[in-house]
């Protein structure tokens, strides 16, 4: 008679130390685990409502200064450190770890505008409405000896006077070169007092501008002529205009994707642009009720933020029509500024009630060291959430957001005259001559005209 | 765009030289080898016409008219540096000279590539090349205004031979020169006013001249003439705006062709399961061992720690010290085995204490551990009796115990519940607490008695045996308390307890298993002694039927043999106390052990069982009738089967009776029954196999024949046999119930009453129209939703148009975006990817997030790196490590981390 024995070598199943694992066998054919699938999905519905359950977003508020904060800058080199400018012309460099002010940068008569951080982080560009852009040395060492000793103030490196109120600066990424944005778009260098570079297309100030991180060379600006405009600096000179029906109060580029930037409108709309191809938005991300008024994208790319005058903040997909999350608190006043921290896993905002809040980026996510078991479960809900996502319950859940009142409301109000212009547009279309009336694609129908 | 601004600059600087200079240069190069006059003057005769004439002309003129002008090249050489000479020598005084040079200027073009051409091709189609021979459209503007001065000088040339320029630019020199005196000699410090003005600009044509005598240059030359040739007119320059546009066209299409070069990269970015930006970091030193290494003494008392640490002496000291050490530290390999096996003895002993610790522990049930505590309780109670000191410690306990019962006499009906049973009486109580009570008095009784006296108690038994068996004469005696107590021991072992540990149902099975072996034992000492019993009294066994007759059972058979009764009656024995299955093997056994003694039996057993009943008590007389008339009632073998089909299990038993097994035994009924019936169950016995099936055979076919003898067709006999049933009725019904639940029916429209009814007018109208209309709609609304069902056309079935609540749950209601497909979607959530249904080395693949970053790290924004599109993913990546790393994720990494 022949009996079938397990045979195991002992080499496979002699630990090395005691904490290790044992060796344990799993029979993984499929027809042992009929039911797989549906405890997947209760798992996936779980994991949902867990998500829900662990969603506490908020981390702290960073009070200090006296006056709407307008403007922040984060340090290309420094995780914990950001700086914020109020309207009052008051700078403050935070320590975003301990939530605290490490130094304060004086001298600004008028609103601070724009603060922009070389990629070295060794110098802080500040301008405002009092037509001066500062430079101030901020490398590590300065700062930790500025907030060592005791006046606790700094002085500018140097102090550039122009004839125009400035509204915007930033920062070329590895080089010397920033720009700052007001009457025209000046191109300024570190080491010089007047600016190397100016350019003006139409008359109407330029209230943002942003350089390209990934191709250092092209920068977008908008202007109160509600039109976007992109520079090259290697041509020296502007290349291409676009006028949309309101105006853009602020642009992101892409770090991950340097053709593609996103615009934040008045309209409370966003629009993602191929600089390739300006006649028509690459996506429309829908939700604000409001202006946006910053946005600002995070290091891996593949989602945004916005603050917005409807006192939210929301998160957005790349390539999503709306949005994925919106952070919002009782005392949360226009928010006039946000930020992604260097890591991607942070958010700042900047609001008219003088705080800068600290929100994770993702709501529900854990914080601090996560161990790898902890971090497999989490992946794994993450998987079969993803899995799952757009069976009914688990989508409701998911999508489910407690929203201010009058945000709700507003939300309604938009979503019906959006419902009533759609079905007039379309009673039109039914009651003309076939092919008389077209209706534009919502990518296209904001936009004006491309100026050459 | 380079070439852009350069045309641009070239345009301005174009702009301020004129058009007619310009044409003139032209002219004076053509005319410059001197021809003959009066061919000269044929030239230009033809040329005034020609100036709008033909592009195709001169492209077709332009191979050979190269070539044409290399002769007159050859020639001129000479006469131009008459021409030079002329000029060095009149500068001052012939303007014409100057303005010869002036006119030269486009030489500067000289640099401009092809490039240019081709766009000026495009740009500007009336901007023609000529060979010189003609006018630019520039030249042609003012050529009617010019007509006259045109014809005056060819008259002029014609008298004086000399250029057309010459007195063109004489005119013009007047006008300039209109009597601003030098001041200073000229020199290149103090340029002419020619040079100054632009008009006398020094052009290639300067500075190449002096070089026309040396050798060597003949190709430079022929170059520039080339470009002279093809050169052409500028065009008008465009507004500062409309330049702008240009301008901004242009770089946007360079910046657009520049931005492009990502394309590759953002695709594959977005084309990949993951990205990952957690790599690249470098922590530094990780052990302990790098760390110290590196280790640098600075402050004092460190250094002397390090001076001390890395002296020689000490370290040779400590290394000697230590070999000392370790000589001392010698053990026999006996010593150590010894030990070592003494350890492995210890262990294995705990090991298997604490299995068996843990085994009775797992052990849930209740009376289980209650009863153990019980013999832990017994087991002390047989230390005590073995132990002195535990006996005396116990002692004290039961003194100090027996003290207080003395001195509170908690168990004399003191308490308060005994108090007022006793005040309602005893007999007025139930059983439960008479017997309460009873046992709390006799608790009493046990607590306040001396201890001599419960050693009293223990040995009083054995005295009343002995006063018993005084009677009887010694043998017998002997042989009946031998008889006796093995009966007490069968009867013992008959009685199962009811409590304690060996209640529970494993350890009865173990026991009975012993009990049987026992009994068996007993058995045979039994027959001894009372085979020896029987020739010590010499009695006849006649007291059989006697046992008989008392017992009140028949027997039958009793006149065959008895050797087989033996073997029978231990069958029937072991029916009482044990179950069946075991029954057979114990049965043949003893069966093959009694047939061997069956010689020595004889009739007389039957006598011994009348002693024995006498000698037991009543309660165990069930018990030994049972024993006796087993022994009496040795009937043979077939009688005994058929007592067994007897029983009022038969018929069920009646398939396994067929089969003739032993197990039949097993059903075997109590004794009684058996007799009580076996007169009757006799006859039933011969046709006992059969009689079932036969039975029921026989009322098929009486019922058959009675209907008819013909055989009925299948649907008939379908028909027959559900003839009550309506089967399809009820389906129809079942159907439109479910039509009904799915589509309901409108409810009747009804006015409340008293509702719109003031007058008796109102009244007679009845409903409303529009409420009836709403009815008539619903109705046939629901005519047609029944009419569209799936089932409207299929009688026999139903099929159920109910949405499932529960199942809808688990449906999207459209196939969501990235998919293309349904069986897409469906097969995107096919395998399972839990830790559960996958090895742990594809749960990472599997449930990798799509953006895989470490929190603390600072992402860079992207560089720019050259990518073919063809290659695949893994293979791009350099260093092995990463690429090793990456193999299972088939995602992208983004390197652009810094830690």
Known sequence: MKVKVISRSVDDFTRERSQDLQRVFRNYDPSLRTQEKAVEYVRALNAVKLDKIFARPFIGAMDGHIDGVSCMAKNPTQLKWIFSGAMDGDIRLWDIASRRTVCQFPGHQGAVRGLTVSTDGRMLVSCGTDCTVRLWNTSADNIMELSNSTKNSVEPASVHVGKNAYLAVDHQWDSELFATAGAQLDIWNHNRSEPINSFQWGSDSVISVRFNPGEPNLLATSANDRSIMLYDLRMVSPVRKMIMMTKTNSIAWNPMEPINFTAANEDGNCYSYDARKLDEAKCVHRDHVSAVMDIDYSPTGREFVTGSYDRTVRFFYYNSGHSREIYHTKRMQRVFCVKFSGDGSYVISGSDDTNLRLWKAKASEQLGVVLPRERKKHEYHAAIKKRYMHLPEVKRIERHRHLPKPIYKAATLMRAMSDARKRKEERRKAHSAPGSVTTQPLRRRRIIKEVE | MPETKRKHRDETNHRRGHSKPNRNSRKKKKTGPRLPSSLQKELDRLNPTAPIDSDQDIDSADGDGAERELLPQDFYEYEEQQAEEESKKNKRYDPGSVDQIQYDLPIERSDESEDEIIQSDDDNDDDDDDDGMRMTGDAADDDSSEEGDGRHTRMLQGITGMPSEAFEGKKKRKMK???????????????????????????????????????????????????????????????????????????????????????????????????????????????????????????????????????????????????????????????????????????????????????????????????????????????????????????MKQERLRAEE??????????????????????????????????????????????????????????????????????????????????????????????????????????????????????????????????????????????????????????????????????????????????????????????????????????????????????????????????????????????????????????????????????????????????????????????????????????????????????????????????????????????????????????????????????????????????????????????????????????????????????????????????????????????????????????????????????????????????????????????????????????????
């Open chain 2, 177 to 395: 020169d209109d009597g601003i005196p030098e001041l200073y000699p000229e020199s290149e410090y103090n340029p002419s006013r020619d040079v100054v003005d632009g008009d006398g600009q020094i052009s290639i044509d300067d500075l190449l001249n002096p070089l026309q005598d040396n050798p060597g240059f003949g190709k430079l030359r022929k170059r520039i003439q080339q470009i002279e040739n093809n050169s052409k007119a500028i065009h008008a320059p465009l507004r500062t705006a409309d330049q702008a546009k240009v301008e901004r066209k242009a770089a946007y299409e360079i910046s657009k062709k520049e931005v492009t070069k990502w394309q590759q990269i953002i695709q594959r970015n977005r084309e990949a399961p993951t990205l990952l930006f957690d790599e690249n970091i470098d922590l530094g030193f990780s052990t302990v061992g790098a760390i110290a290494s590196e280790f640098e003494p600075r402050t004092e008392f460190e250094r002397k720690m390090a001076a001390l640490v890395s002296d020689d002496k000490v370290m040779e000291a400590y290394k000697k010290d230590g070999s000392r050490l370790l000589e001392m530290n010698t053990v026999s390999v006996e010593e150590e085995k010894d030990r070592q096996s003494r350890i492995a003895k210890m262990r294995s002993l705990l090991f298997r204490h604490e299995l068996k610790a843990k085994r009775i522990k797992k052990i849930k049930s209740k009376t289980y551990h209650r009863l153990l505590k019980k013999d832990r309780l017994k087991t002390e109670y047989s230390k005590i009796q073995m132990d002195p000191e535990v006996a005396k410690e116990f002692a």
């Open chain 2, 406 to 899: 003395r001195m509170t006499l908690r168990h004399k009906n003191q308490n308060r519940w005994a108090k007022r049973i006793l005040t309602r009486g005893l007999n007025s109580q139930d059983e439960g607490t008479r017997a309460a009570i009873a046992e709390q008095l006799q608790r009493h009784s046990e607590l306040t008695r001396k201890m001599h006296s419960m050693k009293d108690s223990s040995s009083s038994s054995d005295g009343d045996d002995e006063d018993a068996g005084s009677d009887q004469d010694m043998g017998s005696k002997v042989l009946g308390k031998a008889i006796e107590k093995t009966m007490k021991v069968i009867q013992d072992d008959d009685e199962t307890p009811k409590s304690g540990l060996l209640s529970l149902p494993f350890m009865r099975r173990g026991l009975e298993k012993n009990k049987a072996a026992a009994i068996e034992e007993a058995n045979l000492a039994l027959q001894e002694y009372k085979d020896s019993k029987k020739k010590l009294e010499n009695s006849v066994g006649s007291e059989g039927p006697e046992a008989t007759s008392i017992s009140g059972r028949r027997v039958f058979g009793a006149s065959k043999t008895q050797i087989s009764d033996a073997g029978n009656k231990v069958k029937s024995d072991y029916n009482y106390g044990s179950s069946d299955s075991e029954d057979d093997l114990r049965a043949s056994k003893n069966g093959n052990i009694e047939t061997q003694r069956s010689n020595i039996l004889q009739k007389d057993v039957n006598t011994d069982p009348v002693l024995i009943q006498e000698d037991t008590d009543n309660h165990q007389e069930s018990v030994f009738k049972d024993f006796n008339e087993i022994v009496k009632n040795p009937g043979p073998k077939t009688t005994y089967e058929v007592s067994l089909f007897v029983s009022d299990t038969w018929k069920k038993a009646g398939n396994r009776d067929e089969k003739g097994t032993n197990v039949k035994k097993s059903a075997m009924p109590s004794g009684s029954v058996r007799q009580d019936r076996k007169d009757t169950e006799k006859e039933v016995e011969e046709d006992s196999d059969t009689d079932s099936e036969g039975q029921m055979v026989d009322r098929i076919l009486t019922s058959g024949s009675k209907l008819s003898y013909e055989l009925p067709s299948q649907e008939e006999l379908i028909r027959q046999a559900f003839a009550g049933d309506d089967l399809e009725d009820e389906f129809e019904k079942d159907k439109m119930e479910i039509l009904n639940a799915e589509n309901p029916e409108p409810e009747k429209p009804v006015l409340l009453p008293g509702w719109g009814q003031w007058t008796h007018v109102q009244k007679k109208k009845g409903l409303p129209s529009w409420m009836l209309k709403e009815h008539e709609n619903a109705w046939k609304k629901r005519e047609e939703a029944i009419k569209k069902r799936k089932d409207a056309q299929l009688k026999n079935v139903i099929i159920s148009e109910k949405l499932d609540k529960k199942a809808e749950k688990l449906h999207t209601k459209a196939l969501p975006f990235p998919f293309t497909s349904k069986e897409a979607f469906e097969q995107s959530m096919r395998v399972p990817i839990g830790p559960e249904s996958n090895p742990a080395t594809a749960i990472g693949a599997l449930n990798r997030p799509e953006v895989v970053k470490r929190p603390g790290v600072i992402i860079k924004p992207i560089q720019f790196e050259e990518v073919n599109p063809h290659e695949k993913p893994e293979e791009r990546r350099g260093d092995k490590h990463r690429s090793k790393k990456n193999k299972g994720s088939g995602g992208r990494s983004m390197k652009k981390t810094s830690a």
